[in-house]
């Protein structure tokens, strides 16, 4: 699941959005032990303070999709940067049907919960 705390839309005005994409896939492909590239593809909404121009809804849907390279740095960390495209819609509830579209560079550093023995 991923959260997306912030969501802001410039054009034609301001409007703030924060939303969740609990729908997603990330497929890692096994290159060497600590370099993993993926692809992945995440669904989700946002809830925004004022309406979507040119549309009157303030409700609007994503779709994800990206690729990347993750590096395991120590037994429990890893570092991923990658590429990701973007598409905001209201999915056709509203007319008109604005569409909002961007590429971001991602950088994450995840701490990850060590294993417990059995």
Known sequence: MDWLPAV?????????????????VRWNILAKPRLHPYGEVALGGVLCHGNIPPSNLNIGFTINSGVGLTLFTRGNQMLTAGLDYSHLSNAYLGKPNPNYNGIAFVLEYHWLKPEKSK
């Open 8 to 24: 802001v839309i410039t054009k034609p005005a301001v409007i703030y959005c924060g939303g969740v994409a609990p729908v997603g």
